[in-house]
């Protein structure tokens, strides 16, 4: 069985700051994890996805994550935001198998 | 089309009602999800089809909802007997292969008044 924990359920930040999102899990396997975007009234698209190698995943739209087993975290993190990136975050694991388990989300709000 | 195809966008139904969700999904990709998504809730796994057969229906709450994909391609959900509890969000996925990344479709709103 897995699990996924998004901390946060809203997160607002300024324009051009930086922002986290975080993300925990809880697998007995080895994991793959993702984080999708969903912008209102679309679907999920994938934003990045940690499969195996370097654990600093970089994804579309200046966005990036870090695989940590050892805190079995998979943070999203971007330098600075856009007003284009406000939607709602979900951080996903698939525990080799094809089920995806997905967090809550994490509604980003950027703020001018 | 480019990508996941699901229709309707809305659907609106009374209690007690039967409902068809469709998917199409993106050409040639062999695996198709479908996910449910409540409000405030990240979307929940329902029923996994490899091909024509559905591999995994685990996810199904109970008999009154059934998924089809009779020629591999196009996939129907049906709810029976619909009640207030199943108003969400149905998203419809599809992958080339069960290792592969999932490509969602913008969903169908169930509301069941």
């Known amino acids: 069985a897995q699990s996924v924990t998004q901390l946060d359920s809203q997160v607002p930040v300024f324009e051009e700051a930086p922002v986290e999102l975080r993300c925990n899990y809880s697998?007995?396997?080895?994991?793959?994890l993702f984080w999708y975007v969903q912008y209102p009234n679309q679907g999920l698209q994938l934003l990045l996805k940690y499969l195996s190698g370097s654990t600093l995943v970089k994804g579309i739209n200046g966005f990036e994550a870090e695989f940590n087993k050892s805190q079995t975290s998979f943070h999203l993190r971007k330098p600075s935001v856009h007003i284009s990136d406000t939607a709602e975050y979900f951080c996903a694991v698939n525990g080799g198998s094809y089920q995806l388990t997905f967090g809550k989300g994490t509604k980003l709000s950027v703020i001018p | 089309g480019a990508g996941v195809s699901q229709t309707p966008s809305n659907k609106v139904t009374e209690k007690g009602k039967y409902v068809e969700l469709r998917c199409d999904p993106i050409?040639?990709?062999?695996?198709l999800y479908w996910y449910r998504q409540s409000l405030g809730q990240g979307p929940e796994f329902l029923i996994y089809f490899q091909g024509t057969g559905a591999a995994d229906d685990s996810g199904l709450p109970n008999d009154r909802f059934f998924a089809v994909r009779p020629e591999g391609s196009v996939s129907t959900l049906k709810i029976q007997r619909t009640e207030r509890g199943d108003s969400a969000v149905y998203l419809c996925a599809s992958s080339p292969g069960m290792d592969s990344p999932l490509h969602f479709g913008n969903g169908t709103r169930l509301t069941v008044t």
């Open positions: 697998s007995s396997v080895s994991v793959y």
């Open positions: 050409s040639g990709h062999t695996a």
